[in-house]
């Protein structure tokens, strides 16, 4: 084991095993702290496209592949085209088409022929139900899709050629993963405590809880088509959440104050500042010692994301009194 020579130190001259080694922080990795290799969104629904001969182009990506515990950053500023092996005799082949950057040093465990970026291919075996080959793909390279192929096709586009996009989202260390489906998400079972991900198939959001995904609670504020109420700092436009609810709750019990023929209970700061809005307000008047008169109505006063003030309407005596709070927003 070695503290690796730092990224940006001029003169220390880090080698690129260093600099892999050094960068792996930068990207969502799981909980054994391996990296998580993949595509960067925004990405094409599907990287890999037909062609009028038996090419298949690659869209442009960024992504990051992973080689010997450390990242590689890899961007390809498309199409280009990559060639699959002519279609089988008989049956079908599935192909996977890859990326990856070389590497001969002697810092990887596997040195390669060269140091090129490349595109490549794992071909399959003709079957009747065809399956990967399970050579599996070269160290350090990033899946992009499969291909499967019939015999009867003379080029990518032939009827019967199937395009699946197969590739992994990754993300920035503290962002939130893309994926396709539940299901597929469902696969990974090895996130850090608290890995946030997106399923691009329903919009929602997910947070890793123990070792389940746990769906984040879906908010939407509906708006107020009235007047705004001066005080009052609820939106009035509909608008999302993206941050999910957050729900406080409180109580207070104090001596109150008379101004403009009404009864003022003291400010209350909310424990956490809300990140955008209260929405909601709920307030339920408490009675019994020491409170000397309970309190019914109650109204607001003002309301805003960090604190909000009640009041008794038309009451021109000051009590002891009491309420518990709930407060809900984002």
Do not use: C
């Not at 390669?112 to 003709?126: I, P, Q, R, T």
């Not at 396709?180 to 998400?185: G, N, P």
């Not at 002891?320 to 709930?326: A, K």
């Amino acid at each position: 084991m070695t503290l690796r020579k730092g990224f940006g130190a001029e003169l220390a001259l880090p080698h690129a095993n260093d600099l892999r080694l050094d960068m792996a922080g930068m990207v969502v990795r799981n909980a054994a702290g391996v990296p998580r290799g993949g595509i960067f969104p925004p990405a094409a629904t599907n990287l890999l496209s037909a062609t009028a001969s038996m090419n298949v182009a690659v869209a442009a990506f960024s992504g990051v592949a992973v080689r010997d515990g450390g990242v590689v950053f890899l961007a390809n500023d498309g199409p280009v085209n990559v060639l699959l092996p002519n279609p089988p005799s008989s049956n079908s082949a599935l192909h996977v088409v890859w990326a990856k950057q070389n590497d001969s040093s002697s810092y990887v465990t596997t040195p390669d022929s060269d140091n090129n970026a490349v595109f490549g291919v794992l071909a399959g075996a003709s079957a009747p139900i065809p399956v990967r080959n399970p050579a599996g793909l070269p160290a350090g390279a990033i899946e992009l899709g499969t291909v499967l192929v019939p015999s009867t096709a003379t080029n990518t586009g032939s009827a019967g050629v199937i395009f699946t996009p197969t590739y992994l989202y990754t993300a920035m260390a503290g962002g939130i993963v893309q994926f396709r489906t539940k299901a597929e998400l469902d696969q990974w079972t090895t996130a850090i405590p608290n890995q946030r991900a997106s399923v691009a198939a329903t919009g929602y959001e997910y947070s890793f809880i123990g070792t389940t995904w746990v769906q984040r609670l879906v908010a939407r504020h509906a708006g107020n088509p009235g007047a705004a109420i001066s005080g009052i700092a609820v939106p009035a436009g509909a608008l999302d959440l993206p941050s999910g609810v957050m729900i406080q709750t409180g109580q207070l019990v104090a001596a109150t104050s008379i101004a403009f023929g009404n009864e003022y209970f003291p400010v209350v700061n909310f424990p956490t500042p809300f990140p955008n809005y209260v929405l909601s307000l709920t307030l339920m008047p408490l009675s019994g010692s020491p409170i000397t008169a309970a309190a019914s109505p109650l109204a607001l006063d003002t309301l805003n994301a960090t604190q909000f003030r009640a009041m008794v309407p038309g009451s021109g005596n000051p009590w002891i009194r009491g309420f518990v709070w709930t407060a809900i927003g984002g």
